[in-house]
Protein backbone atom coordinates (compact mmCIF):
# COMPACT_ATOMS: atom_id res chain seq x y z
CA UNK A 1 0.00 0.00 0.00
CA UNK A 2 1.14 3.28 -1.01
CA UNK A 3 2.10 5.80 1.58
CA UNK A 4 2.18 9.29 1.79
CA UNK A 5 3.80 11.80 4.28
CA UNK A 6 4.62 15.04 4.07
CA UNK A 7 7.22 16.90 6.27
CA UNK A 8 6.53 19.77 7.99
CA UNK A 9 3.04 19.60 9.15
CA UNK A 10 2.89 23.23 9.37
CA UNK A 11 5.31 26.42 8.61
CA UNK A 12 5.12 30.19 9.52
CA UNK A 13 7.34 32.34 7.28
CA UNK A 14 7.76 35.77 6.89
CA UNK A 15 7.24 37.37 3.40
CA UNK A 16 9.81 36.90 1.30
CA UNK A 17 11.37 33.95 2.46
CA UNK A 18 11.96 30.87 0.08
CA UNK A 19 9.75 27.62 1.10
CA UNK A 20 10.94 24.42 0.77
CA UNK A 21 7.56 21.39 1.54
CA UNK A 22 8.87 17.92 1.49
CA UNK A 23 6.51 14.85 0.25
CA UNK A 24 8.09 11.29 0.54
CA UNK A 25 6.41 8.32 -0.79
CA UNK A 26 6.95 4.12 -0.07
CA UNK A 27 6.55 2.73 -3.45
CA UNK A 28 8.43 4.23 -6.44
CA UNK A 29 6.53 2.37 -9.16
CA UNK A 30 4.40 5.46 -9.73
CA UNK A 31 2.88 7.41 -13.09
CA UNK A 32 3.42 11.26 -11.56
CA UNK A 33 3.41 12.98 -8.71
CA UNK A 34 0.50 16.23 -8.24
CA UNK A 35 1.33 18.78 -5.96
CA UNK A 36 -2.39 20.56 -4.85
CA UNK A 37 -2.93 23.61 -2.85
CA UNK A 38 -5.93 24.14 -0.44
CA UNK A 39 -7.60 26.80 0.80
CA UNK A 40 -9.54 26.80 4.18
CA UNK A 41 -12.93 25.11 3.67
CA UNK A 42 -12.16 25.32 -0.34
CA UNK A 43 -11.55 22.70 -3.05
CA UNK A 44 -8.15 21.30 -4.18
CA UNK A 45 -6.09 23.47 -6.85
CA UNK A 46 -3.39 21.76 -9.28
CA UNK A 47 -0.34 23.19 -8.87
CA UNK A 48 2.32 20.97 -10.70
CA UNK A 49 2.30 17.67 -12.09
CA UNK A 50 5.64 15.43 -12.48
CA UNK A 51 5.80 12.81 -14.78
CA UNK A 52 7.67 9.66 -13.68
CA UNK A 53 10.10 10.20 -16.94
CA UNK A 54 11.00 13.68 -15.32
CA UNK A 55 12.88 15.27 -12.37
CA UNK A 56 11.22 18.58 -12.36
CA UNK A 57 8.86 20.51 -13.40
CA UNK A 58 8.67 24.76 -13.11
CA UNK A 59 5.38 27.04 -12.90
CA UNK A 60 6.44 30.65 -12.36
CA UNK A 61 7.32 30.77 -8.77
CA UNK A 62 6.56 27.04 -8.46
CA UNK A 63 9.47 24.50 -8.65
CA UNK A 64 8.82 20.46 -7.76
CA UNK A 65 11.39 17.94 -7.81
CA UNK A 66 11.60 14.15 -8.07
CA UNK A 67 13.10 11.33 -6.90
CA UNK A 68 11.78 8.06 -7.48
CA UNK A 69 14.46 6.41 -5.89
CA UNK A 70 14.55 7.50 -3.14
CA UNK A 71 10.64 8.26 -2.81
CA UNK A 72 11.01 11.64 -2.15
CA UNK A 73 9.88 14.98 -4.11
CA UNK A 74 10.08 19.07 -2.70
CA UNK A 75 8.20 21.84 -4.12
CA UNK A 76 10.33 25.16 -3.61
CA UNK A 77 8.02 28.30 -3.25
CA UNK A 78 10.60 31.21 -4.14
CA UNK A 79 10.15 34.78 -2.62
CA UNK A 80 6.99 33.93 -0.54
CA UNK A 81 3.87 36.21 -0.19
CA UNK A 82 0.88 36.27 1.95
CA UNK A 83 -0.95 34.71 -0.51
CA UNK A 84 0.71 31.92 -0.78
CA UNK A 85 -0.90 30.94 3.11
CA UNK A 86 -2.59 27.35 2.15
CA UNK A 87 -2.24 24.12 2.90
CA UNK A 88 -0.29 22.18 -0.02
CA UNK A 89 -0.87 18.39 -0.37
CA UNK A 90 1.04 16.00 -2.67
CA UNK A 91 -0.78 12.98 -4.30
CA UNK A 92 1.00 9.70 -5.86
CA UNK A 93 -1.00 7.44 -7.88
CA UNK A 94 -0.79 3.73 -8.01
CA UNK A 95 -3.78 1.74 -7.71
CA UNK A 96 -5.34 5.13 -6.94
CA UNK A 97 -4.54 8.35 -5.62
CA UNK A 98 -2.89 8.60 -1.87
CA UNK A 99 -3.03 12.10 -0.78
CA UNK A 100 -0.26 13.38 2.07
CA UNK A 101 -1.87 14.58 5.02
CA UNK A 102 -0.45 18.36 3.69
CA UNK A 103 1.52 21.14 5.09
CA UNK A 104 -0.03 24.19 6.59
CA UNK A 105 1.73 27.24 5.26
CA UNK A 106 1.30 30.24 7.26
CA UNK A 107 3.35 33.63 5.24
CA UNK A 108 3.89 36.39 7.67
CA UNK A 109 3.36 40.05 6.14
CA UNK B 1 -15.54 27.36 -18.44
CA UNK B 2 -14.38 23.77 -17.51
CA UNK B 3 -15.47 23.42 -13.80
CA UNK B 4 -16.61 20.26 -11.64
CA UNK B 5 -19.84 21.19 -9.41
CA UNK B 6 -20.85 19.77 -6.89
CA UNK B 7 -24.59 20.41 -4.86
CA UNK B 8 -25.39 20.97 -1.94
CA UNK B 9 -22.54 22.84 -0.90
CA UNK B 10 -23.65 22.98 2.70
CA UNK B 11 -26.40 20.37 4.07
CA UNK B 12 -27.11 19.68 7.69
CA UNK B 13 -29.21 16.04 7.83
CA UNK B 14 -30.28 13.72 10.30
CA UNK B 15 -29.59 10.25 11.42
CA UNK B 16 -30.67 7.65 8.45
CA UNK B 17 -32.41 10.33 6.35
CA UNK B 18 -31.57 9.47 2.40
CA UNK B 19 -28.93 12.30 1.12
CA UNK B 20 -27.59 12.28 -2.53
CA UNK B 21 -25.17 14.39 -3.26
CA UNK B 22 -24.35 15.73 -7.19
CA UNK B 23 -21.42 15.95 -9.10
CA UNK B 24 -21.18 17.08 -12.51
CA UNK B 25 -18.30 17.76 -14.95
CA UNK B 26 -18.58 19.42 -18.50
CA UNK B 27 -14.98 18.48 -19.55
CA UNK B 28 -15.74 15.34 -21.02
CA UNK B 29 -13.36 12.99 -18.64
CA UNK B 30 -13.90 9.86 -18.36
CA UNK B 31 -12.68 9.21 -15.07
CA UNK B 32 -14.66 10.62 -11.97
CA UNK B 33 -14.31 10.04 -7.37
CA UNK B 34 -15.12 10.79 -4.67
CA UNK B 35 -13.26 11.50 -1.51
CA UNK B 36 -14.23 12.43 1.96
CA UNK B 37 -11.53 14.83 3.66
CA UNK B 38 -10.96 14.31 8.05
CA UNK B 39 -8.95 16.32 10.66
CA UNK B 40 -5.98 14.25 10.61
CA UNK B 41 -6.99 11.57 8.21
CA UNK B 42 -6.41 13.66 5.21
CA UNK B 43 -8.07 12.72 2.15
CA UNK B 44 -9.11 9.20 1.59
CA UNK B 45 -11.22 7.83 -1.41
CA UNK B 46 -14.61 6.74 -1.36
CA UNK B 47 -15.26 5.07 -4.88
CA UNK B 48 -14.10 5.79 -8.49
CA UNK B 49 -15.76 5.86 -11.66
CA UNK B 50 -13.33 4.90 -14.78
CA UNK B 51 -16.44 4.93 -17.53
CA UNK B 52 -19.95 5.13 -17.75
CA UNK B 53 -21.89 2.01 -16.08
CA UNK B 54 -17.67 1.17 -14.28
CA UNK B 55 -17.48 2.38 -11.00
CA UNK B 56 -15.45 0.69 -7.90
CA UNK B 57 -14.99 1.10 -3.92
CA UNK B 58 -11.75 3.16 -2.79
CA UNK B 59 -10.69 2.96 0.61
CA UNK B 60 -13.66 3.95 2.95
CA UNK B 61 -17.04 2.86 0.41
CA UNK B 62 -18.53 1.28 3.56
CA UNK B 63 -22.40 3.72 3.77
CA UNK B 64 -22.03 4.75 0.19
CA UNK B 65 -23.33 4.73 -2.85
CA UNK B 66 -22.86 5.41 -6.28
CA UNK B 67 -23.95 5.01 -10.10
CA UNK B 68 -22.45 6.40 -12.87
CA UNK B 69 -25.36 6.39 -15.81
CA UNK B 70 -24.04 9.06 -17.87
CA UNK B 71 -20.82 10.38 -18.41
CA UNK B 72 -20.67 13.76 -17.23
CA UNK B 73 -22.32 13.12 -13.71
CA UNK B 74 -21.31 10.89 -10.95
CA UNK B 75 -23.89 10.92 -7.73
CA UNK B 76 -23.12 9.68 -4.44
CA UNK B 77 -25.71 8.68 -1.97
CA UNK B 78 -25.70 7.74 0.85
CA UNK B 79 -29.16 5.49 2.04
CA UNK B 80 -29.04 5.69 5.99
CA UNK B 81 -26.62 8.37 7.35
CA UNK B 82 -24.73 8.43 10.12
CA UNK B 83 -22.80 11.15 12.17
CA UNK B 84 -19.38 9.43 11.79
CA UNK B 85 -20.11 10.61 7.83
CA UNK B 86 -20.26 13.89 8.49
CA UNK B 87 -17.10 15.26 6.60
CA UNK B 88 -16.13 17.64 3.63
CA UNK B 89 -16.73 15.64 0.39
CA UNK B 90 -15.02 16.20 -2.71
CA UNK B 91 -16.50 14.93 -6.06
CA UNK B 92 -13.13 14.82 -8.71
CA UNK B 93 -12.35 14.53 -12.72
CA UNK B 94 -9.68 13.15 -14.79
CA UNK B 95 -9.41 12.95 -18.76
CA UNK B 96 -7.79 9.65 -18.88
CA UNK B 97 -9.32 6.47 -18.75
CA UNK B 98 -6.91 4.86 -15.95
CA UNK B 99 -7.72 8.62 -14.55
CA UNK B 100 -3.81 8.73 -12.45
CA UNK B 101 -2.25 10.14 -15.83
CA UNK B 102 -3.57 13.49 -15.82
CA UNK B 103 -3.87 16.47 -13.38
CA UNK B 104 -7.10 15.87 -11.11
CA UNK B 105 -9.75 18.52 -11.05
CA UNK B 106 -11.70 19.21 -7.86
CA UNK B 107 -15.28 20.25 -7.36
CA UNK B 108 -15.50 23.23 -4.54
CA UNK B 109 -16.24 20.51 -1.97
CA UNK B 110 -19.83 19.60 -0.02
CA UNK B 111 -19.58 19.96 4.10
CA UNK B 112 -21.95 17.30 5.45
CA UNK B 113 -23.16 17.32 9.57
CA UNK B 114 -24.98 14.11 10.17
CA UNK B 115 -26.93 14.91 13.75
Known amino acids: KQEVTQIPAALSVPEGENLVLNCSFT??????LQWFRQDPGKGLTSLLLIQSSQREQTSGRLNASLDKSSGRSTLYIAASQPGDSATYLCAVPLEKLSFGAGTTVTVRA | EAQVTQNPRYLITVTGKKLTVTCSQNMNHEYMSWYRQDPGLGLRQIYY???????DKGDVPEGYKVSRKEKRNFPLILESPSPNQTSLYFC??????????????FGPGTRLLVL
Open chain 1, 27 to 32: DSAIYN
Open chain 2, 49 to 55: SMNVEVT
Open chain 2, 92 to 105: ASSPMRRGLDETQY
